[in-house]
């Protein structure tokens, strides 16, 4: 028998193990209205025809690749460049909708969002000295991914700008002094999960200074961009990346589909060789994941290249068709939480949320530790579901906060959810003022 | 401008860096006739009817998991679990076709073989002393995910019967005497890549035992188990596996397709848990797994099992669609190397190679050193590709043998290739036999 205790102890964390048992009650609760997943609208996954996607790529390939049918549609079936093999769709898309201006060899396509952070924070962290820096709460895709690479993380909080800017600063000076820089800060600029907050124009300047003067990389997760309301959109990180200190991690989850778990990555860093060449990082990325995974499959490649093909190669154009429904969700979910809550006077005492315009994510504070017991009475008593923040956290913190995620309800399940959570706040606020008077009373 | 020559030497490593030099000679020559590549022939990729396929699993989700229509094709466009979505298709046909009886619980589908091996090894390699052993030469993917996780790496040498054990028990021994004890061995036992060669059941019985009594694990890969010729299968370790020692690693690349990238890892041993319980370590590889690509798309999983279900959920009759191809190359190879170098007498004298019964690989020893520049001559004077042994020895060895692989070429192909290798072959041992005679001369 395998004593694999430490196994456990090496790769479980306090997030981790958190969030495993959030997934648990969530199964034992399958009739709660949850506001717990962060998964793409059930709409958006219906009548997605493959095989057509498919065969839009595959003639696509016979126009441009000057393949015939045949070896068009081999072509998906084999083995494939570990880099990938629509890195030229999205190339274009990213220049005429992003201004963001790579070549298709900058580009490394990946297993969803997640193989790409692995294998970038894989090629930038190859000393064990290297501290990886996170905005906190972060999504546990990078902590998880640095846990497996042994990579120590440090938590920088997150402000109403998006970071605390002043910090950082001072955490690279001290980390430098110990003789543990910050090789890299993983940061979500827009609509973060699960915080939900933009860093501003501004504080996006500053930090790519910072990260110039600091020497450090900047991985920016750009997964929730696509949710800003229409004129309000901030160009990302990369599309203002003078100095190149940004690597851009987009995935084709929410816009597409999960199931195809096609990511990407830009990484058009200059790396020296000793021969005094260099080459670009993206480079060293796809061999270290041909050490993960060979290649993407590209027949799930061809469905996302088929799909934006459909939009006339545009990402803006698919990430439009899909926006409107969370847009509309999110206003549906602040409206209800402002006309069941906002009017309780008692109530508005004690819980406080956010009003962000985009995204999937609202953030509520309550007088009470926001834990899993609580959860428990929330579902078993409420029927409503909701995630702890605290399971975001890299160090404690968001104890009293949870997260609401508007994004896979209908507008129906989202009213009836708030009714109920409207009930469960009340009926512990009104405990929590009556313990609060109680021990008043005993002081 | 990143600075990352070391990035490049904590990546890299001599096989590595060969590769990319064959892949780099390969690709020079696109009008040569290659026997480097072992990916699966063309024309099984040929006709893949990729949207019928996923339609058969669906009307299996629907008549098996009480979904509609509309319901099982959500479940292929969302996330799934990171166990996977098939493991009952492939634990029956496991239990069915080679006597190997496992619960699908003790499965973890994966994003080709190369992720099985990646994260079985981060979960078995929890302290940095533990050395992974494997026969030596072999297959470059481990060597890879070792790599990725700076595990250190030692080669026991392959033998007629498929691996010196007495050297594997010697190894086992200093290992633990010099506190870096081995933690597994990676073996292919039938038809290894690159060697070809087969480990016979009383070796099997053998390294069962030695791994109970020295305390490791064994990962088997079964890449090539389906080209034993019919009659003359050896049960897997995995069947044989009183002891649970065995981690078994499948792939569907080369039976069905490799475009779509799946694979799986049984990993029926029981974890310890520190509070007196204990689960399958394949809970485990699933939560690492959760790291590194979050779960397998379960359209290309839906993909797989369609096939399975065409052949009657039965891994063994898809095996024996694709084996008689392989058969027939490797038949047409081996009786032109006999006819075009076997009546050679000098040549004869200089050259031998292995008369594998299956598999897609034939070993060749020269009189010569079996280089990349020997390679390039091959490849621009006589039109002919092969890759070098040396390619996947882990420490030096196979300097003067080469590879050959049946599997990707025609039967017109390969006897084309055979008469431009023969008359290389001649080339080079007349080349040699000159040299050696001007060497004795120079005495």
């Given at each position: ?82 880099q ?21 060899s900058a ?16 090629a930038l962290?190859i ?117 190149k ?22 990484a058009d860093q200059l790396v020296d060789e000793e021969n005094g060449r260099s080459h670009l990082l993206s480079k060293d990325l796809a061999t270290i ?155």
């Open positions: 028998m395998l004593t694999t205790s430490q196994l456990h102890a090496s790769l479980m964390d306090p997030v981790l193990d958190s969030l495993n048992f959030l997934n648990e009650i969530i199964n034992r609760f399958p009739n709660a209205i949850s506001f717990a997943p962060g998964a793409p609208n059930p709409t958006h996954l219906s009548n997605i025809d493959i095989g057509n996607y498919i065969s839009k790529y595959v003639q696509y390939l016979r126009e441009h690749r000057n393949l015939n049918q045949d070896q068009a549609q081999r072509l998906l079936c084999q083995y494939g460049p570990a990938g093999l629509i890195n030229d769709l999205i190339a274009n898309a990213l220049r005429n909708d992003k201004s963001i201006d790579v070549s298709p580009i490394v396509i990946t297993v969803g969002a997640q193989e790409a952070m692995l294998i970038t924070l894989r962290f000393s064990s000295r290297y501290q990886l820096a996170v905005v906190n709460p972060c999504f546990v895709g990078i902590l998880g991914a640095a846990r497996l690479l042994n990579i120590d993380v440090i938590g920088i909080e997150e402000t109403e700008a998006g970071i605390d800017l002043k910090r950082l600063e001072e955490a690279c000076h001290i980390a430098r002094q110990n003789n543990q820089p910050i090789r890299a800060l993983y940061v979500a600029p827009d609509y973060s999960n699960p915080a939900g907050t933009v860093l501003t124009l501004e504080a996006r300047q500053q930090l790519l200074d910072i990260a110039e003067q600091q020497d450090f990389y900047i991985l920016e997760d750009n997964a929730y961009g696509f949710t800003s309301p229409l004129g309000e959109e901030i160009p990302s990180l990369k599309a203002l990346d003078i100095n200190r940004v690597i851009f991690i987009g995935t084709f989850a929410k816009i597409c589909l999960p199931g195809a778990r096609v990511g990407y990555v830009i994941k041909s050490m993960v995974t060979v290649n993407t499959s590209p027949i799930c490649q061809a469905l996302v290249g088929g799909m934006l093909l459909e939009y006339g190669g545009s990402i803006s154009a698919l990430e439009r068709a899909r926006s409107t429904l969370y847009q509309n969700n999110l206003t549906i979910l602040l409206n209800a939480l402002t006309r069941r809550l906002a009017t309780n006077t008692s109530l508005m005492q004690a819980i406080s949320w956010s009003q962000p315009k985009g995204g999937f994510f609202v953030r509520m504070r309550l007088p009470v530790a926001a834990d899993m017991a609580l959860l428990e009475l929330s579902a078993s008593k409420y029927g409503v579901l909701w995630t702890p923040m605290s399971s975001f956290y890299v160090n404690n913190g968001g104890t009293h906060e949870l997260r609401l995620s508007c994004s896979y309800l209908t507008p129906p399940q989202i009213e009836e959810g708030i009714d109920r959570l409207a009930a469960f706040l009340q009926n512990i606020t009104d405990h929590d003022i009556k313990r609060s008077n109680n021990s008043e009373k005993c002081l």
